[in-house]
Nanobody, 123 residues
């Protein structure tokens, strides 16, 4: 059973930094695109950043220049370094990944989601 487990959320003052991690566990063949999303209270989920298997990155307009997404293929882990955090960045952050697993009919890819981690910016 493939799982994504996030860690690293917490409480920080405006202008502070946090680092999030998202680790894949279980049996899989390959991890393709990985991404971070956020869901502010009472709002819809929005894309924060995405990183492809070859390392190409894209960021949402509100976080560009402040957040950095990265990944470690050997560890099956994705990271999000968040700097200059502001109150509007407060949300539950979710990671997603398109993961290929071996099925009875052959390799198959689907999207997996983490459980979410809370980021609060208060000061």
């Amino acid at each position: 059973q493939v799982r994504l487990v996030e860690s690293g959320g917490g409480l920080v003052q405006p202008g502070g930094s946090l680092s999030l991690s998202c680790a894949a566990s279980g049996s899989f063949l390959q991890i393709n695109d990985m991404a971070w999303y956020l869901r502010p209270p009472g709002k819809q989920r929005e894309l924060v950043a995405i990183i492809s298997r070859d390392g190409t990155t894209n960021y949402g307009a509100s976080v560009k220049g402040r957040f950095t997404i990265s990944r470690d293929h050997a560890k099956g882990t994705m990271y999000l370094q968040m700097n200059s955090l502001q109150p509007e960045d407060a949300a539950v952050y979710y990671c997603s990944a398109f993961i290929v697993t071996q099925q009875e009919t052959g390799p198959a890819m689907r999207e997996y989601w983490g459980q979410g981690t809370q980021v609060s910016v208060v000061g």
